[in-house]
């Protein structure tokens, strides 16, 4: 047991020393095991944060229709897992829900603009790349999120249509603000863009850069090509072709394209061993 245990990623594992969820008795220690409840994001975005406070380290986001594993409750914040990512913190309980509903379609575009009426002029919110939506009614050109709003049609794609290019969802979010523990156009980091890209080609998204860096095959620096991934110690990105690379930097303060040459020597010079190139099966 304690082999297995201390094999098992604590970012991604819903255990603490006092409390753990049902799944993991006899495979992890805890003082005590609760079955999770089901709960679903209910608001544009969220944060996930290390400790149940407001102030506390963005780790990751939740977008609309997600499901979050709620393990423990501790006044208006819940402790548990994204179902989407694995990724476990505590999310404002606010902007949850204990009613799931299935969807039938993910947003594809960066940002939808959410509309009050199927004829309404003015967006009264937004819905970010790979929301889960529940479609209803449509009429001039849009569908109904029932109990959001309005969506367009054309912002709307089947659970099983995809994105051919990960470098091209990439490029969507150049201009997009840095900001730690993002995945949407309103702010991301290097890992969560990286995320976004491949959820819009249908493939898996480690949250993390190590859990990128294992993704796909091996692929050689003189053997790149758009669509492959670059990952170093601390930092991860796209290629956009066989030299430049677009990723989500503090140094530029955002999303930006640029030679790949010019990034490593970056984080070279920051300390950073070479990076592993990758390239995923769509």
Do not use: K
């Not at 201390?6 to 819903?14: I, M, S």
């Not at 849009?142 to 995809?162: S, T, Y």
């Not at 051919?164 to 993002?182: H, S």
């Not at 050689?220 to 030299?243: F, I, K, N, P, T």
């Amino acid at each position: 047991m304690t082999v297995f245990a201390a094999a098992l990623d604590p970012r991604t594992t819903l255990a603490r020393p006092d409390l753990a969820e049902q799944a993991l008795e006899g495979l992890v220690p805890a003082a005590a095991y609760r079955p999770v409840t089901p709960m679903q994001c209910v608001v544009a975005v969220t944060s996930i944060r290390t400790e149940a406070e407001p102030t506390a380290e963005q780790t990751d986001q939740l977008v609309f229709g997600e499901g979050f594993d709620v393990l423990e409750r501790r006044d208006d914040q819940v402790w548990g897992r994204a179902r989407r990512d694995g990724v476990v913190g505590w999310v404002d309980i606010a902007t949850l829900s204990e009613t799931v509903t299935p969807p039938t379609h993910r947003i594809c575009t960066l940002i939808s603009p959410v509309y009050p009426a199927a004829t309404a002029a003015d967006s009264v919110a937004s819905l970010p790349l790979n929301a889960l939506v529940t479609t209803g009614a449509s009429d001039h050109g849009r569908v109904e999120v029932p109990g959001v709003g309005w969506v367009a049609v054309r912002h709307l794609a089947a659970l099983d249509r995809f994105d051919a290019d990960p470098g091209e969802a990439a490029e969507r979010f150049v201009g997009t603000p840095f900001m730690p523990g993002g995945r949407t156009a309103l702010g991301t980091n290097c890992s969560g863009l990286v995320q976004q890209a491949l959820y819009a080609c249908g493939l898996g998204g480690p949250r993390f850069r190590d859990g990128q860096s294992d993704l796909g095959q091996s692929v050689e620096a003189a053997a790149l090509r758009r669509g492959d991934l670059v990952v170093w110690a601390d930092h991860s990105g796209v290629m956009v072709d066989a030299e430049r690379i677009v990723h989500a930097t503090r140094h530029h303060g955002g999303v930006t394209v640029e030679a790949l040459t010019e990034a490593d020597g970056r984080e070279r010079a920051a300390g950073s061993d070479a990076p592993v190139f990758r390239r995923v099966t769509l």
